[in-house]
């Protein structure tokens, strides 16, 4: 293995401003790596920016060219783009343009400026309704949504890039990303919220009356959806360990990121219960279009190319470490308390 080399210049972090780019910029100015977050504040926040900031569209190629040539930075993690699964299914134009017109955008004016290495934020949503659960590294793939297809998409391009110019990716295919910060400054926010632990979280703090389980009648133990919960400081250490390793050289490499553990929505419920000591109502109401019963990350690779296990895997540190951040911030970070009146 190559060793690891924390990047001697700035990492350039697109979509730096929304939930996991976020947490990535404040581990890497801990360790002392600069950073350029490049994000067009449409699902980002201004507060949760770490680092230089440029307000900046990937649509807009001489905004990407003017960051890189002003900036110059050595690496980039990509996280910007779409994430709601059930709206890629009804607005794929959207996907297609923010998801993959954009990374390529992006790809092109990094490999002009010759910036060579880039992590990518992928999704076990590549695989669509795997045959073997867990996962592994290399089980066959099989998009179900427009969103898992884009990120496919980019995946495929980073490898054509890395054929054609010697460009090198890590592309690292995350299961349910979920937890915040444990110091409370930064957190999940999305608008609109959509995501299990936010919602039930929502819930507890009086927001939101009760929480709609989508279904109960899937061939789990308890009838609800299983999911791997992966801790987003977890996360933000891979793309650390990612990036440093191909800093170091090493070839391109594509992996889950998950704990290999899953929870059931129900054991979600339960466990936030505890956390909160709210009562948390629940009604079951039709299953959402598209969820697939098990998602567990079966990979090694994480653990044998990368080094990283993930540190934060309990589940109840990740439902407090979100819990922390919504008390703190029980109507989001100022910007989004605006943005929703
Ligand atoms: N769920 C409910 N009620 C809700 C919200 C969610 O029962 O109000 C259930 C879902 O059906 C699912 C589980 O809680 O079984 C988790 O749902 P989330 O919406 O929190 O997360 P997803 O598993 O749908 O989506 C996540 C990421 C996507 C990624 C996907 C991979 O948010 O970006 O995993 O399938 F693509």
């Known amino acids: 293995m190559s060793a690891l080399t924390t990047p ?19 581990l890497l100015m801990e360790r002392g790596v600069e950073t350029v977050v490049f994000d067009d504040l449409s699902a980002g926040h201004r507060e949760a920016v770490r680092g230089e900031f440029v307000q900046g569209d990937l649509a807009d190629t001489g905004a990407i060219a003017d960051a890189i040539q002003r900036f110059k930075p050595v690496a980039a993690m990509h996280f910007a783009g779409k994430c709601y699964v059930g709206e890629s299914v009804t607005e794929p134009g959207l996907y297609y343009q923010a998801n993959v017109v954009n990374s390529l955008n992006l790809f092109r004016e990094l490999q002009r400026a010759g910036v060579r290495d880039v992590v990518f934020s992928s999704t076990c949503a590549t695989y669509g309704q795997p045959e073997v659960v867990p996962i ?8 179900i949504t427009p969103y898992g297809q884009t990120k496919l998409d980019v995946e495929n391009i980073l490898a054509s890039f890395s054929r054609a110019y010697g460009m090198r ?30 919602l039930l979280l929502e819930v507890a703090s009086g927001q939101r009356d009760e929480l709609k389980i989508f279904g109960q009648d899937y061939p789990t133990p308890d009838g609800t959806c299983v999911r791997d919960y992966i801790h987003v400081c977890d996360l933000a250490q891979a793309h650390l360990s990612a990036i440093s390793l191909l800093q170091g050289g090493v070839e391109s490499l594509t992996c889950n990121l998950g704990t290999g553990q899953g929870f059931s ?19 079951v109401v039709e299953p959402r279009e598209g969820d697939p019963a098990f998602l567990v990350s079966g990979g090694t690779r994480a653990a044998s190319v990368l080094g990283w296990t993930p540190q934060r895997a309990d589940l109840n540190t990740i439902i407090e470490d979100a819990w922390r951040f919504k008390r703190a911030h029980p109507d989001g970070y100022p910007s989004s308390c605006a943005e929703s009146r």
């Not at 937890?179 to 919220?193: K, N, Q, R």
């Open 8 to 26: 001697r210049g700035p990492v350039l972090i697109t979509g730096g401003a929304g939930y996991i780019g976020s947490h990535a910029a404040q």
């Open 136 to 143: 592994p590294d290399d089980a066959p793939l099989g998009p």
């Open 169 to 198: 990716h890590a592309c690292l295919r995350y299961f349910n990303a979920a937890g915040a910060s444990p110091d409370g400054t930064l957190g999940e926010v999305h608008i609109p919220e959509t995501h299990l632990i936010p």
């Open 265 to 283: 929505v129900l054991e979600i419920v339960q466990a936030a219960r505890e956390v909160t000591g709210h009562p948390i109502p629940v009604t």
